[in-house]
């Protein structure tokens, strides 16, 4: 069975600089998606961003890229120039590639705190 | 972009009574949806995932008689709590797949705070 572990409970950040979450994951599967959700207080998820295991080149949204290593089984989460509006618990996810009800799998979360 | 709307986004009941919450797939067909459970500060853990037409697949430890699932058409899922306690009070989430889009990723409903008095 897959699973998904992030090793940091809490971070902060001061406003304007970088961070980076930690996030591997074990799976026997070659093809599969990752993920990070963001969950404000508002409790909305809301996907920051995706990286398909086949792409070699690492994901990046804006201000949001990750660093996917595949054989070591890492999928972090950077992100630049951190805002007040980032302070959020952040979920790292894995999805077995295709079928439509394939679930995802969530990591236990990291709550990021960022300072003014 | 796909939206889930979930419904109620808040509820509180007395002890022994049934909730009944909502999920619509506002501007897509959702074969499937998921339902999660969460905890405060904890991850989502998945209740079951259910199947427009069919029965719902619970996961371990999930008591399919006390949380009843209905998906009766392909924009709509419900999760009837039954006969709640209060342990049962959590805050409750759907999500479901735009098949028809290509961001493989899940969109989630605004989740339902429960709390059984």
């Known amino acids: 069975a897959q699973t998904v572990t992030q090793s940091q409970p809490e971070m902060s950040v001061q406003e304007a600089e970088t961070v980076t979450l930690s996030c591997t994951y074990d799976t026997s599967e070659s093809d599969y998606y990752l993920f990070w959700y963001k969950q404000p207080p508002s409790r909305q998820m809301i996907l920051v961003i995706r990286q398909e295991a086949y792409k070699q080149q690492n994901a990046t949204e804006n201000r949001f890229s990750v660093n996917f290593q595949k054989a070591a089984k890492s999928f972090s989460l950077k992100i630049s120039d951190s805002q007040l509006g980032d302070a959020a618990m952040y979920f790292c996810?894995?999805?077995?590639?295709?079928?439509?009800?394939?679930?995802?799998?969530f990591g236990t979360g990291t709550l990021l705190a960022v300072q003014p | 972009g796909a939206v889930v709307s979930q419904h109620p986004s808040r509820v509180i009941c007395k002890s022994g009574t049934s909730v009944k919450i909502e999920c619509r797939s506002l501007d897509f067909q959702a074969t499937t949806m998921f339902w999660y459970r969460q905890f405060p500060k904890k991850s989502l853990m998945l209740m079951a995932t259910?199947?427009?037409?069919?029965?719902?697949?619970?996961e371990q430890g999930v008591e399919k008689d006390k949380f009843l699932i209905n998906h009766a058409s392909l924009t709509l899922s419900t999760l009837t709590v039954t006969s709640a306690h209060p342990e049962d009070s959590s805050f409750y989430i759907c999500?479901?797949?735009?098949?028809?889009?290509?961001?493989?990723?899940?969109?989630f409903g605004s989740g339902t705070r429960l709390t059984v008095v």
């Open positions: 999500s479901a797949r735009d098949l028809a889009g290509f961001s493989e990723g899940y969109t």
């Open positions: 259910s199947n427009e037409g069919s029965k719902a697949t619970y």
């Open positions: 996810a894995y999805r077995t590639y295709g079928g439509a009800t394939n679930k995802l799998i």
